[in-house]
């Protein structure tokens, strides 16, 4: 681990000391939780803050960038850049993707920062949306129904379902006419 003194010392977070300096570490090794999986990482010559009396290490934006960007490739999603650049190539705003995946704006908006990392099934959404035709055709048309049926249904969605449980509960337990028999 090569240690490179670049300014005065921090205040470490751990022991309180001021001794903390920029420092290289030539494999950093870190686990990392997403969407119900853990991720065993390792990055090469990370540059991280790292305290010369206790050990403790810190990350800065641009080494936690780094880091989930190792996740992203561990877990196999679409790199936020990605996902951007291909949204741009089918000439959509983000607005008029989001609405079509049925996501949040702002949701897409931080998937394509890379403040927020996309769960597995919506990167497979996401490829799916990009790499197939037929399936933005569907959409669209979906959302074309949708829109020319009128206002969006704006009841509880809880009401709809207990009536039709309720009726169907009536249904059973009062047949009309007379039940058959089996013949004796
Ligand atoms: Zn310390």
């Known amino acids: 681990m090569a240690l490179i003194m670049k300014a005065h010392p921090w205040k ?3 022991c309180f000391e001021r001794a903390v300096f920029p420092a290289t570490l030539a ?6 939780d997403h969407d119900g999986r853990s991720y065993e990482l ?8 790292k305290c010369t009396r206790c050990g403790a ?10 880091l989930t960007q190792a996740l992203r490739a561990a877990a196999g999603l679409l ?3 990605v996902i951007r650049a291909r949204r741009e190539a089918l000439g ?8 079509l995946l049925k996501i949040a704006e702002s949701t897409l908006s931080r998937w394509e920062t890379g403040a927020q990392i996309q769960q597995r099934v919506m990167d497979r959404l996401l490829r799916a949306f990009f790499d197939l ?17 009128g206002a969006p249904a704006q009841g509880p969605p809880l009401q709809p379902l ?7 509960y009536r249904g059973s337990t009062h047949p009309t006419g007379t039940s058959p028999r089996p013949a004796s």
């Open 79 to 81: 790199d936020p850049a």
């Open 12 to 14: 470490c977070g751990t």
């Open 92 to 99: 959509l705003t983000q607005k008029a993707l989001a609405n």
């Open 27 to 32: 494999s950093y090794h870190a686990r990392l």
């Open 57 to 66: 290490v810190q990350l800065d934006d641009e080494a936690e960038d780094r």
């Open 162 to 168: 207990s009536v039709g449980l309720a009726a169907e």
């Open 133 to 149: 035709e037929p399936l933005r055709d569907y959409f669209q048309s979906l959302e074309a129904s949708s829109t020319s049926t």
């Open 42 to 49: 390792e990055l090469i010559d990370h540059h991280v803050f």
